[in-house]
């Protein structure tokens, strides 16, 4: 299988900060990846697919970049709402798989 | 707008069979394009995929190798539904549970809209 790897696994920020999350997958998968923010006790919300093509509805404040194995999804201008865990899906090769999540919390 | 709905217990004794059902609105099961996913959530073990239906002239199936040998995923096109039974239960199968649709696109094995999941327990 391949093991998806995210940093940070939790981070600090202010409201009106940038983030940027980091996904490593053990080997290429050509882009074919996927961001999510889920909330507690909500399920998963697609964000992005593809690496950087934003799903329908989601805000441009949200994008993703990368290539081979390293891929980032960079959030700018932090509000409140976008306080979630962040996580990464890889669909080059089954069984799909996730990264660990990384927490966005309020500094 | 596509929605699914989830139903099934929350609690399941080890070594029995857990079954759940997701009902579709505003897409079908037997759709050209979509596929229909089954994917937990456990603390220990992350989000999972489990496996998923699809119909492209006949029914397709594909199932994760870690729980393909006590998993089936079918479909009920009378009640526009898709189900998970998964076998022989132990503790570590306690996790939310979650169906999901892939996004109705060639190559695209991302999931645009989810149930609202089940926590399932497994215990005596």
């Known amino acids: 299988d391949i093991q998806m790897t995210q940093s940070p696994s939790s981070l600090s920020a202010s409201v009106g900060a940038r983030v940027t999350i980091t996904c490593r997958a053990s080997?290429?998968?050509?882009?074919?990846l996927a961001w999510y923010q889920q909330k507690p006790g909500k399920a998963p919300k697609l964000l992005l697919y593809?690496?950087?093509t934003l799903e329908s509805g989601v805000p441009s404040k949200f994008s993703g970049s990368g290539s081979g194995t390293y891929y980032t999804l960079t959030i700018t201008s932090l509000q409140p709402e976008d306080f979630a865990t962040y996580y990464c899906?890889?669909?080059?090769?089954?069984?799909?798989?996730f990264g660990r999540g990384t927490r966005v919390e309020i500094k | 707008q596509v929605q699914l709905q989830q139903s099934g217990p929350g609690l399941v004794k080890p070594s029995q069979t857990l079954s759940l059902t997701c009902t579709i609105s505003?897409?079908?099961?037997?759709?050209?394009?979509?596929?229909w996913n089954w994917i937990r959530q456990s603390p220990s073990r992350g989000l999972e995929w489990l496996g998923r239906t699809y119909y492209r002239a006949n029914w397709f199936h594909n199932y994760a190798v870690s729980v393909e040998r006590r998993t089936t995923i079918s479909s009920d096109t009378s009640k526009n539904q898709f189900s998970l039974q998964l076998r022989s239960l132990t503790p570590e199968d306690t996790a939310v549970y979650y169906c999901?649709?892939?996004?109705?696109?060639?190559?695209?094995?991302?999931?645009?809209?989810w149930g609202q999941g089940i926590v399932v327990t497994v215990s005596s």
């Open positions: 999901a649709r892939e996004v109705p696109m060639t190559g695209i094995r991302a999931f645009d809209f």
């Open positions: 080997q290429d998968i050509s882009n074919s």
């Open positions: 899906q890889q669909y080059n090769k089954s069984p799909w798989t």
């Open positions: 593809d690496a950087s």
């Open positions: 505003g897409d079908s099961v037997s759709s050209n394009s979509a596929a």
